[in-house]
């Protein structure tokens, strides 16, 4: 048993704030007791929980963390339970509740008392003369859809999808954009994990992570880049705990102190929860200033050539480096370039601390590197990649048992989406078996990302805007100015579990058309059928709903697909909608005809414990990209803010944080338990040294405004200054309600991710 430290889990250590309980324990069982009590739904709820994330069971709707092949007795966390709770709840959104609300009147609600209203019940076309929505039949909307996308040109069309909906559906959706004639697929991804679609392809030649849930029991260290999981991914605590007590080390950079970085209580440990006693999770800890990564990696890289050129031949593995990679020199040199000096300044770190991360880095023989939207949103995303990309080829670390890099990904099937064909850009869709299988000719034209697609609405050249989930108008950046944009839309189109802020801003034609979630029945001809997901360690799994639909006008997000696509185009016996609505099991078989290397046998094997593997080019060595090997990436920058920083002080770096209390735009409550926030969530957070510099009280009212100057007003607030341990140089607030300060022309360099983590910002008084 390794020597981990075990410790009290109630109180702070020396240099950590009280931010409240470790991640997991009491807290976290108290927070489901929360919406439990808030749901009034137990008997239903226990039942469904106990299913969570287990074979043959349903899988979550939260996160896309893997699900074990031998789950726990509760496979769910905190946030799981919450997703699972708020999506059974009692409440009704029905047409009566729309008919004592103008749609001007329900913008008056907040996010969370808008999607309080429960779950939607019936097909709604938005009315301007009453400012209302009023109840449809299904063939009365699906007709006029169809009209409405038939008299617009195809590329003027955008079918969204957020991350959400089962392989079958996806497919679906993305067949009929094809068979309509365009590529403008644009996911949640597009805001999310992009950088890691696009560059990790580049660098590696797979657009997705190259670890497997094994990897974490044979891996000597971790290092953890802007992921927070305990908040975003917290089943992902076990694995780490568990890793912790063989001996692993975790070293982490996070311009915050996130609980579940520094501390685990299990919540299924009697020992653990009896006595408080807590997991201490990273043995390092580097406050790393947003946007510092490149240049912390870049010293971690001096350091490890530093200790190459003290031992020639003994550090590196020069034989991989040889034989499997490309860029290496010309990489290093500019890193040895690299001033110490530079990095201190752009990381916030000193020599010393990234010395000590290095030594850990050398002394592991297996290394996995973890990020999440720390290094994925920001300018230079494509860079923070790049540098973990070439810290782990040093040693070899990717491509073997127990190493890797391992993206942690957002929706429960974000992954899966893009690997069934929702993809804008259509390198890896394989056009000429679509043209095979359908008789249709695939638009081979790259389609719109969702930067580019909020570009056509602000410019007028798009039309329509289909949502299959989300909530684009608040997700998206420089949303006062979306907002104000989206109602110019000819057609707006949200297939919806319940009501949210994108349906407060109507297009000329809108409607609202209400699905079935992940934990409701889907029967169709008396079969309940399956749907599938793909999750982060790509294994892909069924899951079967079993609740009561909340009315028997939800339709599966399926047979909505298929329902609109079968009103706007032209009859096509290949084309058999409605067979493919009867019987997910036929979807399924289109996608094992389209994708055969990953999913054959794909009705035999998806309720396989633990999921099927659809296996990694780049974990076997196999490196897909246009050099045939692992590319080394030649830092250019050591800021990935892409951005002059200002000497003036005036000017700060503002990141965009989830609370424990919300999925991305859902938000369930106003406590931030793990971070010790409570009741507001319109707070700036800023460290005392700088509220002192900058003349900040405790509670001032004051208001951030874009300091991008392009002629936009960007500016939200009254936000509550609230002293907060982050480095100096930045503030930090929620998403959403900060989205405005964000412009649409702020993002990643390669893929246009928005640079949610990095925006400049003035604060004024
Ligand atoms: N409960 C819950 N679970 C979720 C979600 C949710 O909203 N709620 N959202 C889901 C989705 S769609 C996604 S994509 C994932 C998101 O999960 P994460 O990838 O964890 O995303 P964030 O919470 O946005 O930010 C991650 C961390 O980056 C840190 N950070 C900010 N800037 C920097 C930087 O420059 N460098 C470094 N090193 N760190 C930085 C922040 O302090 C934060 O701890 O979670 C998914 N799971
Ligand atoms: N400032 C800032 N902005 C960000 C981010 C950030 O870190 N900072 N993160 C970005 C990221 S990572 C992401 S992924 C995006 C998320 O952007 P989206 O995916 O567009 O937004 P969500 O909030 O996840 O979508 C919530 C809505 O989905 C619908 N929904 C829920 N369950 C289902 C279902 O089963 N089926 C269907 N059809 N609908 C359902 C509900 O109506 C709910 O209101 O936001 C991005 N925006
Ligand atoms: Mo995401």
Not at 420 to 438: W, Y
Not at 473 to 492: F, G, H, I, N, Q
Request: aromatic share 8%; charged share 25%; glycine share 10%.
């Amino acid at each position: 048993m390794a020597d981990h430290e075990e410790h009290d889990a109630t109180g702070p250590d020396a240099d950590t704030p009280d931010y409240g309980q470790a991640a997991g324990g009491w807290g976290s069982l108290k927070g489901v007791a929360h919406i439990f009590g808030e749901e009034r739904n137990a008997p239903l709820a226990v039942s469904i929980l106990a299913k969570l994330n287990k074979p043959g069971g349903i899988m979550c709707s939260s996160c896309a963390w893997a699900k074990p092949a031998d789950p726990h007795k509760f496979e769910f966390c905190e946030n799981g339970a919450k997703a699972t709770l708020w999506e059974l709840t009692p409440a009704r959104a029905t047409p009566e509740v729309f008919a004592e609300r103008s749609v001007t009147e329900l913008r008056d609600l907040h996010d969370h008392e808008l999607e309080k209203l429960g779950r939607l019940t019936h097909p709604l076309r938005y009315d301007a003369d009453s400012d209302r929505y009023l109840p449809v039949s299904w063939s009365e909307a699906f007709s006029e859809i169809g009209a409405e996308l038939r008299a617009m040109a195809p590329e003027e069309a955008v079918f969204y999808s957020s991350g959400h909906a089962g392989l079958e559906a996806s497919y679906l959706y993305a067949l009929f954009a094809r068979a309509m004639g365009h590529n403008n697929l644009p996911q949640s991804s597009n805001m999310c994990h992009e950088t890691t679609s696009v560059n990790l392809k580049a660098q590696i030649g797979v657009p997705v992570g190259t670890c497997t849930l094994e990897d974490f029991e044979h891996c000597d260290a971790i290092f953890f880049f802007g992921q927070n999981t305990g908040t975003n991914s917290p089943r992902f605590l076990h694995p780490l705990k568990a890793a912790v007590e063989r001996g692993c080390r975790i070293v982490t950079f996070n311009p915050v102190r996130e609980r579940g970085l520094i501390e685990f209580v299990d919540p299924q440990d009697p020992v653990q929860m009896t006595v408080g006693k807590a997991t201490k999770i990273s043995e390092e800890y580097f406050q790393v200033r947003p946007g510092g990564d490149i240049a912390a990696m870049a010293g971690l890289i001096k350091c490890v050539l530093a200790a190459e050129d003290a031992a020639p031949g003994t550090v590196l593995d020069h034989d991989f480096i040889a034989s499997e990679t490309t860029g290496f020199e010309d990489a290093m040199q500019a890193v040895r370039a690299m001033d110490w000096a530079e990095i201190e300044t752009h990381s916030g770190l000193t020599r010393e601390m990234l010395q000590k991360a290095a030594d850990i880095y050398l002394g592991a023989k297996n290394v996995i590197g973890i990020y999440g939207m720390g290094l994925t949103q920001h300018v230079e995303g494509w860079l923070n990649l790049g540098m973990l990309v070439n810290l782990l080829l040093l040693r070899g670390n990717i491509g073997r048992p127990g190493a890797g890099i391992s993206p942690v990904r957002g929706h429960s099937n974000v992954q899966g989406q893009r690997t069934v064909g929702i993809a804008e850009k259509t390198g890896s869709v394989p056009l000429d078996k679509l043209r095979e299988m359908f008789d249709f000719d695939p638009p081979e034209k790259e389609g719109r990302n969702a930067v580019h697609a909020c570009e056509g609405i602000l410019d007028g050249s798009v039309k329509a805007m289909i949502q299959l989930g989300g909530n684009l108008v608040r997700a998206l950046p420089d949303r006062a100015r979306m907002e104000d944009a989206w109602p110019s839309l000819r057609l707006t189109v949200s297939i919806a579990t319940k009501p949210n802020r994108s349906h407060l801003a109507p297009g000329q034609v809108s409607y609202i058309l209400p699905c079935l979630g992940r934990t409701d029945r889907d029967e169709q001809d008396g079969v309940p059928q399956a749907v599938t997901m793909e999750d982060s360690l790509s294994h892909i799994y069924g899951s079967i709903g079993t609740a009561t639909p909340p009315s028997e006008h939800c339709l599966s997000e399926l047979a909505i697909v298929a329902g609109m696509a079968e009103a706007t185009l032209p009859p096509n016996p290949k084309l058999r909608w409605r067979d493919w609505t009867r019987n997910y099991d036929l979807v399924r078989d289109l996608v094992a005809r389209t994708y055969p290397d990953e999913f054959h046998d794909f009705n035999g094997r998806m309720m396989q414990p633990g999921g099927f593997y659809r296996g990694n080019a780049a974990r076997d060595r196999n490196w897909k990209t246009d050099s045939g090997r692992a590319n080394f990436t030649t830092p250019t920058t050591l800021s990935a803010l892409g951005r002059d920083t200002g000497s003036d002080g005036a000017v700060m770096t503002l990141v965009t944080l989830r609370s424990n209390d919300q999925f991305n735009t859902t938000i369930y409550g106003f406590s931030d338990r793990l971070r010790g926030l409570e009741g507001d969530r319109m707070v700036m957070l800023v460290n005392r040294d700088e509220m002192a510099r900058l003349g900040l009280e405790e509670g001032q009212r004051v208001h951030l405004h874009s300091a991008i100057e392009d002629g936009v007003s960007r500016v939200v607030g009254p936000l509550a200054v609230t002293p907060f341990d982050l480095p100096s140089g930045c503030v930090a607030g929620y998403y959403p309600e900060l989205n405005p300060l964000v412009p649409l022309s702020y993002h990643e360099r390669e893929s246009q991710t928005p640079a949610y983590k990095g925006a400049p910002v003035r604060i004024v008084t």
